[in-house]
């Protein structure tokens, strides 16, 4: 690593006054044994100084600024799925004509243990997403991921998001959707070959979903219980839910 020249300067600088302190205790107390005493137990402690500094302290606030970035991040992921990602997986999801082979078990409650999401997570892995081209409303799909366009380009240009390269994988999915559909001026009449590519385009972003969705569901109910509720309620994949609370 090089150094800079004022780090060079800045390092002299701090030697040549710790030289002439001792210069002047020398000069004042006439002692050279009694500065070789404390000289040589400082370099003594020295090591066990930088164990304190480099790995305790410096892991420490490590850990911290660690958290504060996944709270930060994990508040934009929450953006997301409140402006655009619940009602795009509650779509999506319609279109899935195998949706109740795995529908049980995204019925998240608060019972649920991170066990309980370890197993539903792999479970997911082996789940073999499909979307019926024919049960989705491209030029819908295509007006409300427009409309979202400028949100989703400030999510990408977030710098948090950096360390969540599963999430930014998401947000590039429904990008590319997007602009698909978008470069598109009729959506009427496709051929077949062009509604297997976008059947795939679609796919690919709700197999995501479902598995940022999942992750921040047990996020939420580790952390935020009152958001969790909320999000309970507004499952998109339980058939009976509803935000009002009845009882």
Same mark, same amino acid.
């Given at each position: ?6 780090? *060079? =300067?800045?390092?002299? /600088? ?24 404390? =000289?040589? /137990? ?9 164990? $304190? *500094? ?5 892991? $420490?606030? !490590?850990?911290?600024?660690?958290? !504060? ?9 929450? /953006? ?7 009602? =795009?997986?509650? @779509?999506?999801?319609?279109?899935? %004509? ?28 082996? @789940? !073999? ?57 009729? $959506?009427?009449?496709? %051929? ?17 979903? *479902? ?7 047990? @996020?939420?109910?580790?952390? @935020? ?10 499952? %998109? ?5 509803? %935000?009002?609370?009845?009882?």
């Amino acid at each position: 690593m090089k150094l800079e020249r004022w780090q *060079v =300067l800045f390092a002299l /600088a701090l030697l040549f006054s710790s030289l002439l302190i001792y210069l002047l205790h020398y000069a004042i107390f006439g002692d050279i044994h009694h500065i070789l005493i404390y =000289l040589v /137990a400082d370099i003594a402690f020295l090591p066990i100084e930088v164990l $304190l *500094v480099t790995l305790i302290l410096h892991r $420490l606030l !490590s850990n911290m600024e660690k958290r !504060s970035r996944m709270e930060k991040l994990n508040m934009v992921i929450g /953006a997301f799925f409140v402006e655009v990602g619940t009602d =795009l997986l509650t @779509y999506l999801s319609d279109a899935d %004509p195998e949706l109740d082979a795995i529908r049980s078990d995204l019925l998240v409650t608060s019972r649920w243990s991170d066990e309980e999401f370890a197993r539903v997570t792999k479970s997911l892995e082996t @789940y !073999s997403y499909r979307i019926d081209i024919n049960k989705v409303n491209l030029e819908y799909l295509k007006t409300n991921l427009s409309k979202e366009r400028e949100f989703f380009l400030r999510l990408i240009e977030n710098p948090t998001l950096m360390e969540h390269e599963s999430f930014t994988d998401l947000l590039l999915a429904i990008s590319h959707l997007s602009e698909e559909l978008a470069r598109r001026k009729n $959506l009427e009449g496709l %051929p077949k070959s062009d509604l297997a590519h976008l059947t795939v385009d679609i796919k690919r972003t709700y197999e995501r979903l *479902v598995r940022e969705w999942l992750s921040y569901m047990q @996020y939420l109910k580790v952390h @935020y219980p009152y958001l969790f509720s909320l999000a309970m309620r507004t499952n %998109p994949f339980d058939q009976t839910t509803s %935000p009002v609370i009845n009882n």
